[in-house]
């Protein structure tokens, strides 16, 4: 059964890091690029970060490059978001999603339950 | 970058009504659209891709069309599992953008 499981939110002090984990089971992990999403309390979803299959191909929403870091480890299956100099606008359940690979964009079949991050002091 | 502007906001609907959610984007692209339905608490569920396919196991009551900067979600007759909010994405470039989402909620 595939599955993908988030980890590492937590409570962090504005300036702080967290590292955010997605585990992931059921597929073949490394043959899907993967994504990082999130959602701000009562807000829409807003797209953060991708990474291809191997981790050469990456992309950065604006609002994060500099400041988040997104990799991969195959042979562990899991996914990872390093996340620097956290602001208050930062505070959102975090999403990793699945690329569908079907050829036709960048659409995300399967994601994990989320994590949530909330920035504060 | 491609803004996605979804309309309305909310919808109040009965059991069994035909219910129409309008996706626009704020320039053509190829209509690699996706849809996404959330219920309170849960991720996100694709409903929809490349504007008009639908996901495996997905109700046929779902159907998606539209092309260029106009896209349209329709469910045909509203079941009580479908109130919850829907987003649209453009699956086209980076950066990656939702649509705002449309709230179903009951009359």
């Known amino acids: 059964q595939m599955q993908l499981v988030e980890s590492g939110g937590d409570l962090v002090k504005p300036g702080g890091s967290l590292r955010l984990s997605c585990a992931a089971s059921g597929f073949t992990f490394s043959n899907y690029a993967m994504a990082w999403i999130r959602q701000a309390p009562g807000k829409g979803l807003e797209w953060v970060s991708y990474?291809?299959?191997?981790?050469?191909?990456?992309y950065y929403a604006d609002s994060v490059r500099g400041r988040f870091t997104i990799s991969r480890d195959n042979a562990k299956r899991s996914l990872y978001l390093q996340m620097n100099s956290l602001r208050a606008e930062d505070t959102a359940v975090y999403y990793c999603?699945?690329?569908?690979?079907?050829?036709?964009?960048?659409?995300?079949?399967?994601w994990g339950q989320g994590t949530l991050v909330t920035v504060s002091s | 970058d491609i803004q996605m502007t979804q309309s309305p906001s909310s919808v109040s609907a009965s059991v069994g009504d035909r219910v129409i959610i309008t996706c626009r984007a704020s320039?053509?692209?190829?209509?690699?659209l996706s849809w996404y339905q959330q219920k309170p608490g849960k991720a996100p569920k694709l409903l929809i891709y490349v504007a008009s396919t639908l996901q495996t196991g997905v109700p046929s009551r779902f159907s998606g069309s539209g092309s260029g900067t106009h896209f349209t979600l329709t469910i045909s007759t509203l079941q009580p599992e479908d109130f919850a909010t829907y987003y649209c994405q453009q699956a086209d470039s980076f950066p990656l953008t939702f649509g705002g989402g449309t709230r179903v909620e009951l009359k």
């Open positions: 990474i291809s299959l191997g981790g050469g191909t990456i």
């Open positions: 320039q053509d692209f190829s209509g690699w």
């Open positions: 999603g699945r690329d569908s690979q079907t050829g036709d964009g960048y659409t995300f079949d399967y």
